[in-house]
């Protein structure tokens, strides 16, 4: 529990100090090609020790800067057109995003989203919107008793309903950078068909699993595409251009961070970060969690 506060504090205070230091020298640049900002949550609850959970009012108030800060939410649809028709975006344009369908999406997040009338999208591993079996990465939390559930099929329509575009995260969440070419293809394609068999629409985008450049390569890039989807989202930190390659979109993590830090990463102040999400990033940064004993699966 110490070391995962202490890892989030030393976090904050190195993105701190990084946006700082270049909004300071005046090295931030650039702005006409941060077209796009998409934002990656995955838990908003209350619950710690609690890896990746933002907290309920920690949430609401990220919600509410990003209006005081000028950005504009927009849903996937606009994403969609910008990079297929070439269909402008509003300035500051952001999507929002969710990864892994977990319940408190629907509980917590939805009804602050819909206070403010924001779109968002939450992409979800099909093979866990069945039963009860938790998600690899939360077994270890269950065994100390915190729980964290996803959504089942019959909460896709609810989610949908409330303005939560639900897009496809594979089937079990495992990065398809460790799984054989013929069982990528499985997870992307069938993922899509059968998401797409339960909402009754075409599922147009893809998140990839972890989604580091260790966690997936060009070709697998290459089976989203060749399975119809439209877009694709690494979990790689910066913003996005009109040129973006729409299969490798970037999207910054967005953890429980003071109002200041906060905007400092959507002004790209802290696209510096984005080491950590090389192939050489990743695995330094997996030894340090290792070494605090805060690592996940």
Not at 198 to 225: I, N, T
């Amino acid at each position: 529990m110490r070391a995962d506060r202490a890892k989030q504090l030393l976090k904050n205070g190195v993105y701190r100090a990084i946006g700082e230091a270049v909004t300071g020298a005046g090295a931030l640049d650039g702005e006409a090609e941060r077209t796009l900002r998409v934002l990656m949550y995955h838990k908003v609850n209350d619950q710690w020790p609690n890896p990746t959970a933002v907290p309920i009012a920690v949430f609401e108030e990220q919600m509410a800067l990003l209006g005081t800060l000028g950005y504009e939410p927009v849903p996937l649809e606009a994403v969609r057109d910008h990079y297929l028709d070439g269909t402008p975006l509003p300035p500051r344009a952001v999507l929002i995003t969710f990864d892994d369908g977990y319940r408190d999406n629907l509980e917590n997040a939805l009804p602050i989203l819909k206070r403010h009338g924001y779109p968002a999208v939450v992409f979800v591993p099909i093979g866990f919107l069945d039963g009860d079996r938790p998600l690899p990465h939360e077994e270890a939390l269950r065994r100390l008793g915190i729980r964290n559930e996803t959504v089942g099929w019959d909460e896709l329509a609810e989610l949908e309903a409330g303005g939560v575009r639900v897009e496809s995260h594979g089937i079990g969440h495992r990065p398809v950078s460790e799984l054989g070419q013929a069982e990528a293809a499985r997870e992307i394609a069938l993922s899509k068909l059968r998401l797409e068999k339960r909402l009754g629409r075409e599922v147009e985008a893809f998140a990839f699993v972890k989604g580091s450049l260790a966690d997936y390569r060009p070709e697998h890039a290459s089976l989203v595409q060749q399975a119809g989807y439209k877009l694709a989202f690494t979990s790689v930190s910066g913003a996005n251009a009109p040129g973006s390659d729409r299969f490798r979109l970037r999207r910054y993590n967005i953890e429980p961070y003071p109002a200041r830090t906060f905007e400092l990463v959507l002004s790209g102040a802290c696209d510096l970060i984005s080491v950590k999400d090389t192939v050489p990033g990743t695995y330094a940064r997996r030894a340090f969690n290792s070494v605090l004993g805060t690592a996940t699966r």
